[in-house]
C-alpha cells in the first residue's frame, strides 16, 4: 500500500487477555519502529527493527510485550495478560534504509482494558 | 541516552499572531533533531528535520526551526498561524548508538491550539 497500515484500529479487551496488533509498513522500508502513546506522556519508544538484525528490544515494559517481524515486513505487536495501564495508542512506524530520515507512521491501534 | 523536553504541554494562540514552541534536548553525542505534527485523529508526520548543515531549517506548512548547539535546542516557529495549525507537535532526536540503530525519542507533545 502507500503508507504503513495497522489493524485494528480499534481494540476493546478485558483485563487478562492477549491481544495482537498489525502493522504492515511501506513496501521496501527496512526500519520498522512501535510506539506506545498514553494520554500526557507523549511517544514511549517500544522497539526496533532494522533488516536482519537483532530487534532493539530496550523499550519494551514487561515480558508480557513481545514483538516480531516476520520476512523483514509485517510486524505483530502482542501483549499477554494485558493490564489497564496497557489501554492506549500503538503506533507504528517505518523508514527507509538505516539513515537518520524521515519516519512514516501509520494512524495507530488503540487498545482500551476494561 | 538521549531524552526531550518540550517545556509547554499547551499553548494558546489567537490566528494570525506568531507562535513559537520550544524544545530541548539532551545528548552526548551529535544528533539529528525532528518535529512531527499530529493532527486530530491521525499519525504523526514530518514537519521538518535538521540532520546538519544550515542551523535554520525550513519545513511544510510555513514552520522554521533552529538548531541551537550551544543551549541544546530546536524551538519551532511560525510568523502567522491559522486555524488549521490547530494539532499537537512533537519534538524528536535521534542519536545513532553503539549497535547502529538511530532509535528516536519523542518529546511530551505540546498541543497548539489556534483561537479565532
Known amino acids: 500500500g502507500a503508507g504503513v497500515s495497522q489493524s485494528p484500529s480499534n481494540k476493546v479487551t478485558e483485563k487478562g487477555k492477549d491481544v495482537e496488533l498489525r502493522c504492515d509498513p511501506i513496501?521496501?522500508?527496512?526500519?520498522l519502529y512501535w510506539y506506545r502513546q498514553s494520554l500526557g506522556q507523549g511517544l514511549e519508544f517500544l522497539i526496533y527493527?532494522?533488516?536482519?538484525?537483532?530487534?532493539?528490544k530496550s523499550g519494551l515494559p514487561s515480558d508480557r510485550f513481545s514483538a516480531e517481524r516476520t520476512g523483514g515486513s509485517v510486524s505483530t505487536l502482542t501483549i499477554q495478560r494485558t493490564q489497564q495501564e496497557d489501554s492506549a495508542v500503538y503506533l507504528c512506524?517505518?523508514?527507509?534504509?538505516?539513515?537518520?530520515?524521515?519516519?512514516?507512521f501509520g494512524e495507530g491501534s488503540r487498545l482500551t482494558v476494561l | 541516552a538521549q531524552s526531550v523536553t518540550q517545556l509547554d504541554s499547551q499553548v494558546p494562540v489567537f490566528e494570525e499572531a506568531p507562535v513559537e514552541l520550544r524544545c530541548n534536548y539532551s545528548s552526548s553525542v551529535s544528533v539529528y533533531l525532528f518535529w512531527y505534527v499530529q493532527y486530530p485523529n491521525q499519525g504523526l508526520q514530518l514537519l521538518l528535520k535538521?540532520?546538519?548543515?544550515?542551523?535554520l531549517v525550513k519545513g511544510i506548512n510555513g514552520f522554521e526551526a533552529e538548531f541551537n548547539k550551544s543551549q541544546t535546542s530546536f524551538h519551532l516557529r511560525k510568523p502567522s498561524v491559522h486555524i488549521s495549525d490547530t494539532a499537537e507537535y512533537f519534538c524528536?532526536?535521534?542519536?545513532?548508538?553503539?549497535?547502529?540503530?538511530?532509535?528516536?525519542?519523542f518529546g511530551k507533545g505540546t498541543k497548539l491550539s489556534v483561537i479565532p
Open positions: 512506524a517505518s523508514r527507509q534504509g538505516s539513515s537518520a530520515g524521515e519516519l512514516f
Open positions: 535538521y540532520l546538519s548543515g544550515s542551523t
Open positions: 513496501s521496501g522500508h527496512t526500519a
Open positions: 524528536a532526536v535521534s542519536e545513532r548508538s553503539g549497535a547502529g540503530s538511530y532509535q528516536l525519542t
Open positions: 527493527f532494522q533488516g536482519n538484525s537483532a530487534p532493539d
